[in-house]
């Protein structure tokens, strides 16, 4: 089996589960969710897979929940598109997930039991469309730790007056009147603020800057070609496709690192410069 390219090292992983086992055990069988949140390419999914694996050998039952699996599907995001703004058909930016659907999972995860098994949705990228509850995981017992990644968890809104300029091409070109940027701003101070809310830690994959996003997801598409996948980006596709996700990129770089419980930092090759101490 192939090494993954993106997983972190061992003492990471163990250090940020030994400084989560501290408030893990002042919860009095309520879970602990801890938001992983990081740019494109940052390695957070894999870090919440380890984090999930290391938390099984310590007998610790984890539940993980990554935020793409709350898209709304093609045809609810094409109805977005229709009334509010075109951009909207793209997946990614909120507004674009079922917000109540994981408020729901969240709270349902609590009463979990072999009887009523909570059903976790799982997203189909290639076909852009949630795939059927009879597919979806089913968690069984409640969860003592709960981990919700995704690139924007606990990315704050921003100023109003920071929308007015367009950041770049596609903002000018697609949304001059700021109705979209605006739109994912306004959903970002309200049920995705709600969300974050309920996070008891926050921790944060800090790439040094959305130069390094750009290029790690040119990595992955770049992979994907080799591999002849029918759905990988061409280079021009790929840079009007992260501009979608520019904006915000660059307000999670800073304004999260004051606002993560556990800040990980990141060099220009994906490496942990700095690994968080322990409790």
Known sequence: MRADPHA??????????DTLAVPLARRRGRA????????????????????AAAAHTRAIACCLLALDDFYLGRRARAALARTIHPLLATRGVP???????LAHTLAALAHASERAPVRVPRFD??????LPPSRWARVRRPPQLILLEGWCVGVPPQAGGALRRPL?????DCDPQAVWRRY???????????????????VLLQAPDFA???RWRAQAEQALRQQGAPRAMAPRELERF???YERLSRHALATLPARADLCVQLDHARRTTRIPAGP
Request: net charge positive; glycine share 10%.
């Open 95 to 101: 507004g674009t997930h079922d917000t109540a659907l």
């Open 32 to 51: 602990l969710l801890v938001g992983l949140s990081g740019l494109q390419g940052s390695g957070k999914s894999t870090l919440a897979r380890q984090l």
């Open 184 to 202: 994912v701003n306004a959903r970002l101070a309200s049920d995705y603020a709600a969300l974050w809310q309920r996070l008891d830690r926050l």
């Open 8 to 17: 972190h090292p061992p003492a990471l992983v163990a250090g940020l589960l």
């Open 212 to 214: 390094c996003a750009r």
């Open 168 to 172: 770049n091409a596609l903002e000018r």
């Open 125 to 130: 990228k290639g076909r852009d469309t949630r």
């Open 242 to 244: 992260m501009q979608h």
